[in-house]
């Protein structure tokens, strides 16, 4: 521990003795320093052992004193030591009442003990503690590097909890705890995940101190990651501020916590360019090829049914707007795959977007689902299409399927569509786009123009014996009107159109215009 006044008093050699501030000697003493100004206030930094003779001091003069010690105080001045035997026999009875009225300790000096021999106890236990402190760090760094390559980061963490005396944290690049020790500090380490969040905003390295509030824990945040890529952040909490020795440790932690959750720019691109490679023979139909790469990087994704997501940054519709492959929706996947402890391959495609392979019912499927299922385009950071269930074999009918729902998601402005949404659903909903509306609108404009004279109800008709697939009595009844009625009518259709209802894409094209333009007054 670092020198006390109360070290100072027990060291044999020096013989000082107390004559005021008996009661507070255990306070940390910075330096010693020798000054005989009547106001050293303006050399002192706080924390100091003032050591005077009173050479310039009327030390006899109770008001004096009084001001002079009090000065003292309010500068942070942590004791006094005044030499008996030079100047005055002994402490001045002034000095002794001014003192203690300032809870200032104040030790007497005998004239045999000089002053430099208490600057040299002073700093050879400041040296001592430096030692103690550096060596300590030392210490915790090693074991928490063995931790590392043992347990990884899980290990880092414990280590360092237990050697600060108070508990720590680890979050994740979307601000989720992934670690935490001892097992109770999880739960207290949510309470920080608003500050987390706010240090991800900051460049790294980045540092905030919160919680420091009557009865709460001092917590430390450290951001892990270089450059403005956060990849995550450390919480340390402890009932006082950290000591020399455990900010060595934290230190240490948050090299080797950033060297264990951000991989080098070399070792992720390689991974980017193998994922690419196997993604690439999955959609080639080369699955045995596809395994043989992934190896035990991603060989695991393989050996169970998965799914491919397609995700595209939500952007500009106009297409002017330049856009980016969306990276908070590729790390918040990569963070929910570290979480579970699953395998997911994520690579960047053309034309902005990012394939994912993750196994189907797991944590990053579940993440998705919450993040982005229930919510519009505009208000989510990525348009997500995701496949049916599929295995290697079957790698590129689940891509047209990501492709086919991600394209419906943009149409319908949702930022996620499922495949068998389109499968158990109806194909007019598919087609509910301006474009296709604007043709049925095109097609019926003549029989609605004609209708609204007055003239027949040629609209309804045709929808009716379309629904009757040409049926003429069944359609006849429903419409409450003669079969050769209706027979006039579809030849009027006929004639208007300039299209035959013989033939079959013209009856098609007609039903899926009646349903995408939907029903109007006058109709029916």
Not at 429 to 447: K, P
Request: one cysteine or more.
């Amino acid at each position: 521990m670092p020198p006390t006044l109360a070290s100072l008093v027990q060291h044999s050699a020096l013989k000082l003795a107390v004559r005021a501030g008996q009661d507070r000697l255990d306070t940390p003493v910075r330096w010693a320093h020798v000054s005989e100004l009547a106001d050293p206030v303006p050399y002192m930094e706080g924390g100091e052992l003032l050591l005077v003779t009173a050479m310039n001091l009327d030390a006899e003069d109770r008001e004096a004193m009084r001001r002079y010690v009090r000065r003292l105080v309010g500068a942070g001045v942590v004791g006094l030591g005044f030499a008996v035997g030079v100047f005055y026999e002994d402490v001045p009875e002034a000095l002794v009442e001014a003192a203690e009225a300032e809870g200032l300790p104040l030790l007497a000096v005998p004239r045999r003990t000089p002053f430099l021999a208490i600057a040299k106890a002073v700093s050879a236990a400041i040296a001592a503690e430096t030692y103690r402190a550096v060596t300590a760090g030392f210490e915790a760094q090693r074991e928490m590097t063995r931790a590392a390559l043992a347990e990884g980061p899980d290990g880092i963490v414990a280590r360092l909890a237990a050697h600060v005396d108070g508990w720590a944290a680890l979050y994740d690049a979307s601000g989720a705890v992934v670690a935490a020790a001892p097992d109770w500090a999880a739960r207290r380490a949510g309470r920080y995940a608003g500050d987390v969040a706010r240090l991800r905003e900051r460049t790294a390295p980045a540092s905030a101190v919160v919680g420091a509030d009557a009865g709460e824990d001092r917590v430390e945040l450290q951001s892990l990651g270089t450059g403005r890529r956060v990849r995550g952040a450390l919480a340390v909490g402890t009932a006082a501020p950290l000591g020399t020795a455990e900010r060595y440790a934290v230190h240490s932690a948050v090299a080797l916590l950033t060297l264990a959750t951000a991989r080098s720019r070399t070792l992720q691109a390689a991974e980017q360019r193998l994922g690419t490679a196997v993604l690439r023979m999955l959609l080639a139909g080369q699955s045995e090829h596809a395994r043989a790469v992934a190896g035990d990087l991603y060989g695991g994704l393989l050996d169970a049914p998965f799914r491919l997501l397609l995700a595209e940054p939500v952007g500009d519709p106009s297409g002017r707007e330049s856009r980016r492959p969306p990276a908070a929706f590729a790390e918040a996947v990569e963070a929910a795959a570290a979480r579970a402890g699953e395998a997911v391959l994520a690579v960047p495609d053309l034309d902005d977007r990012m394939v994912v392979l993750a196994p189907d019912g797991g944590e990053v499927l579940a993440h998705c689902a919450e993040a982005y299922g229930d919510r519009e385009a505009e208000e989510a950071d990525a348009v997500v299409g995701l496949s049916a269930p599929a295995g290697p074999s079957t790698a590129a009918a689940a891509y047209r399927q990501a492709e086919q729902a991600l394209s419906v998601a943009r149409r319908r402005g949702r930022a996620l569509v499922e495949h068998e949404e389109l499968a158990a659903g109806s194909i007019v909903s598919l087609l509910a786009d301006d474009a296709v509306r604007a043709f049925a609108d095109g097609t019926l404009r003549a029989l609605r123009e004609h209708d609204a004279t007055g003239r027949g109800d040629l609209v309804a008709s045709l929808r009716a014996w379309l629904a009757h697939h040409g049926q003429w009595d069944a359609a006849a009844a429903d419409l409450g009107v003669h079969r050769h009625t209706l027979r006039y009518r579809m030849r009027r259709v006929e004639e208007i159109l300039g299209r035959s209802l013989d033939d079959p894409d013209v009856r098609m094209e007609l039903w899926l215009a009646l349903k995408t333009a939907g029903e109007r007054p006058g109709d029916r």
